[in-house]
């Protein structure tokens, strides 16, 4: 089974959908991990991106579900082991890094102690205002790769959005065991200079001779 | 031919090609027209249709070349406002994301969805370094139909207040719909661009609006409906009649004409123009009084019109004056070299024209001769007519026929 994070706890087997969580030297087969539904996204596990002078590898993908449909998180790991979540909505990506300082604050505090985040809400970050615009519960459809959490089926968390007139986003995760913030902009593919991207039957990769 | 997912159609069992799979939310059946959500493994039928396939201008799944980039015409809407209805495609390419193309009234504009979000206030937005003013006002527009795929839970009957925003050709329409706020950059393309990429269904493109001349104006874009071209047309219609009637109200011509000289600082005796015959019971009698260039000099002149068989006269007076200078604000002139009097209601008959009056220099009388020993006087032509008609009426009557939609239309145009 290739491991591409080794420094991530989780692991999805390729071929038999075992979630399999390692722990130093031990590996504990934890269960088992839905098949991923068929999708034209052009990220795969092995792109890089370039962000902001940063090399990044995809390691591993979560997709998830809410009511108004579904998409996935990749997750890309720097050299220096930073992990970015490259969220895709709509053939734009938002690329988010763990923002932990952010849970200091008393709205994202009593976020995470249960209580309901509205439409609208304000949070400043590195002095700019971002409104909450999208208040999700979700649902895990499958994962693939390396991951930093369990994508068990039946994996739900609440899923907060917070954008920026110019694009920055931030995430607050929730789930039973925990909240996570993480916090970055919106680009499109083709500034994120990827390689080794999916090659889509029928589809020319920008960029690349037909 | 694309890398698109199969399913089945849960209400007619035909055989349905997803495009941008992971991506589409909704897909109306290209079969039967049956709505279904095929975000989840599982497709689910949303609503059920018989045959409801719609006519559009571009057919779902055509692949073709806009702006240099490949994209995919994956979905379909018809929308409509107040003044329009236009067609909405959804182009998809998966290392693009996704476009639109909108037609309306013939015009073509290519939109791409933003991320940042301008900034600004009801009137005007700030994006990317432009300024952007809006456009008439917001409409609330509404889904009358759909086709294709959407990534978002689409369906006929959807609105959404959308507002537009300008600068040169550049557009920005911002869409408002439960409370979602959605921003897209719409640039013009032309029609041979896109019919050499899709190919293009002639017969199923919007209609165009009959806005040709002065109706124009109101096919502009987030232009509400209104009777603003009415009022126009209406204005027009009554000045236009009211010419006429003043016309022949004013009746048979008879017109009159000699010169005069007045001397400055002097006056002169009543002199007999001419003769004038009024043939209705009643007509406007007109005298225009014609100076020579002069400045800062004032002609009196008094005006009566003596009926042969009654020996009655009828006066007014008239006035032709002209001052020139320099002041602070620089050099200004005022009056005119010309001067009209009117005669409201002159009875039938024949009528002696007679005029006298006397000029005057400002702000005092010139010496009566100058150094040559002659006398500076101002030439006069004096023309009395009936049939005459008062044009300083019928310009009032115009400027308050169109004083009202004249200012709609300025206080609509002030922002652009």
Known sequence: MPVRGPSLPYGTCPYCQTLILREGLRVEDVGKVAVLPFDVSPIQLGTTLVADGRGMQVVGRVRWAWAGGSWNEWLAIAETGAQFWLAEAAGMFMLTAEWPQLLEDPKVRSFAQ????????????????????????????????????????????????????????????????STTAWFGDSWDLTSLKPGNLRQLEGWTIPGEPR | MSGGKAITCPACGGKIEVRAAGFTVNLACQNCGSLLDVSLPEVVLIRRYKNAKDRFALEIGKRGTVFGQEWEVVGALRRKDQITIWQEFLLFNPYLGYRWLLVADGEWQFGTPLAD????????????????????????????????????????????????????????????????????????VDETEIENAFGLNRRSLPRRKAAQGLMQFKAAPGMEQDDLGRMFLLAMAISLFAAIAMALLAGPSTKTSSMIQVPVGGQIAPVKIGTITVRRPWQFVTIDADANRFENRWVDLEYNLVDRSSEQSIDAFGLVEHYAGTSSDGAWTEGSHHGDTMFGHVPRGTYDVYVSGSAHGWPVDPAVTDAWGSTETINLTIEASTGAMSWGMWWTLVFALFAWPVSILWWRFRDK
């Open chain 1, 114 to 177: 249960g209580e309901a985040i509205t439409r609208g809400d304000v949070i400043e970050v590195e002095g700019r205002q971002l409104f909450a615009s999208d208040i999700k519960k979700v649902e895990c459809l499958g994962s693939e790769g390396d991951l930093p959490i369990s994508t068990l089926v039946g994996t739900r968390m609440t899923s907060v959005d917070f954008r920026s007139a110019s694009g920055e986003v931030l995430s607050l995760q929730r789930d039973k065991t």
């Open chain 2, 117 to 188: 979000r301008p900034q600004g206030d009801r009137n005007r937005v700030f994006w990317r370094g432009e300024n952007f003013s809006r456009l008439g006002r917001d409409q609330p527009t509404s889904t009358t139909a759909v086709a294709g795929e959407f990534y978002w839970r689409v369906k006929a009957g959807d609105t959404a207040n959308a507002t537009l925003f300008q600068s040169g050709e550049t557009i920005l329409s911002r869409e408002v719909s439960d409370g979602e706020e959605n921003w897209t950059q719409l640039v013009p």
